[in-house]
């Protein structure tokens, strides 16, 4: 690809699937714009996700611009080289004007006029609008006086950097955190017959079918992936909340960690402190799982609702979850040493990095101030691909492509002179 171009009426910076399926609409539009990607187009999906991922989300809310799932599994689930060949087919099909390894390293007002300037690995460029699409998992995240205070000799890694089990050294493994990576890791160590230890959080979970669907088949249905954030009932905590866990593994199934705890992986609370190489939990263990049962089954019954509600003939609900493990009282610490922990797996989520955009972004809470991706502080500026920035599918494959196509006519609004 030839050099970037020293002006531009339109740069996008992170060609992830945000980036992307901006491009995709500003192509379509005959707007003329760069990608620029610091690493490679959908770099995340090609290097920070393990060996044995799969999608999650089933295969029909695969749905990119122009670019829908088409194989012959709608409600099943990719696995990791799968997706690559999927967003491999989009990029082909696009052709975009992508300019890969090449960061954006600041962004600035370019004056009084409006517009930007984009400092670049590659020089600057001026464009007359920005759309920031890089994502919103910035830099991993662990408690650092905890991380700190693991042993020396003990490999350390985020999630983002886990890869299988054979890469961690022979030993027990201590996961932090039960999000959807946490659960799914610990899942994937537990199969290879690794002693784990798991550090629950509050992250809720789901069930995988519910009455001869997949789940998110009937939430679908239900209208719970077009609500949006303003309408949430939770409203923008919903953004900060954890995923429910759940797995598209072998052809998806619940993530049922008290079934794990029965099989012998050993549950603990949330991690406290690690001194002198020993680990100790807060007492939330118990409290921590009823409220992921509490969730999953309050889920279920919100479909048996809608099934009721609409008259709809299918299968006989299975009654609520009942426990088939029950934690043992107290939160007993964990000496590392005697456990055989030769490894430390954090998946404590991420924190955004705004630090290189250098025109008025974000709101008094650090949080990007947007209407719908629009930040009304910098005209001209754009944001796309963040969870819940407009439903809850706006960071994933379901619902990039309506953000995306809505920004799109933002832009063409704000590019007339008014
Ligand atoms: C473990 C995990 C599992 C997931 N599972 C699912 C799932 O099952 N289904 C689903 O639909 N979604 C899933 N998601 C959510 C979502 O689809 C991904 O996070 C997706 O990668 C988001 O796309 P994006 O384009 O918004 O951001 P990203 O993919 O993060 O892309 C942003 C890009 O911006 C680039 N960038 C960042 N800063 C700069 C800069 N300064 N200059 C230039 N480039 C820059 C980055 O290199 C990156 O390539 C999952 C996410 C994770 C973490």
């Not at 600057?124 to 000799?153: F, R």
């Not at 690794?194 to 789901?206: E, N």
């Not at 049922?256 to 402190?273: C, E, Q, T, Y």
């Not at 990039?400 to 609004?413: C, P, T």
Request: aromatic share 8%; glycine share 12%.
């Amino acid at each position: 690809m030839a050099s970037l171009p020293e002006r531009i009426p339109v740069a996008v910076v992170g060609g992830g699937q945000a980036g992307l399926s901006m491009s995709w609409n500003l192509t379509r539009l005959g707007i003329e714009h760069v990608v620029i990607e610091r690493s490679r187009a959908f770099g995340a999906w090609h290097h920070e996700r393990w060996d044995a991922f799969t999608l999650v989300t089933p295969n029909f809310q695969c749905r990119l611009p122009g670019h829908p799932y088409e194989g012959d599994e709608p409600e099943g689930f990719m696995v990791k080289a799968d997706i690559l060949a999927y967003l491999d087919g989009f990029l082909r099909e696009l052709a975009p004007p992508l300019f890969e390894g090449v960061a954006v390293t600041r962004l600035v007002s370019a004056g009084s006029d409006g517009g930007f300037v984009l400092e670049t690995t590659a020089g600057v460029v001026s464009a007359e609008q920005v759309v920031l699409a890089v994502g919103g998992y910035h830099t991993p995240w662990a408690p650092p006086k905890v991380d700190a205070a693991i042993p020396e000799g003990i490999l350390k890694l985020h999630s983002n950097a886990y890869r299988n089990p054979g890469a961690l050294p022979p030993g027990a493994v201590l996961v932090v955190g039960t999000g959807q990576s946490g659960a799914q890791i610990a899942e994937d160590l537990h199969l290879a017959g690794r002693d784990v230890h798991l550090c629950l959080g509050d992250a809720p979970r789901c069930a995988r079918r519910y009455r001869g669907r997949d789940v998110v088949a009937w939430l679908e249905d239900m209208g719970h992936y077009d609500l949006p954030i303003e309408e949430h009932p939770e409203g923008d905590d919903a953004r900060r909340e954890a995923n429910h866990y759940v797995t598209g593994r072998e052809g998806g199934r619940d993530l049922d960690l008290r079934s794990f705890a029965a099989d012998g992986m050993s549950l603990h609370g949330l991690l406290m402190a690690i001194e002198d190489g020993v680990a100790t939990f807060a007492e939330d263990l118990c409290e921590n799982l009823d409220a992921a049962d509490a969730t999953y089954n309050r889920i279920n019954a919100g479909i048996d609702r809608w099934i009721e509600e609409h008259g709809i003939v299918t299968a006989e609900g299975p009654s609520a979850y009942e426990p088939v493990w029950q934690p043992p009282p107290g939160p007993a610490p964990l000496d590392l040493a005697a456990a055989g922990v030769t490894s430390v797996v954090w998946c404590t989520g991420f924190r955004p990095d705004w630090s290189w955009v250098d025109v008025p972004l974000l709101d008094e809470t650090g949080y990007p101030d947007h209407d719908r991706g629009v930040v009304a502080r910098t005209p001209g500026l754009f944001i796309l691909g963040l969870p819940w920035l407009h439903t809850w599918g706006s960071g994933r494959f379901a619902g990039v492509a309506r953000d995306a196509e809505h920004l799109a006519g933002q832009m063409v609004v704000a590019a007339v002179p008014g």
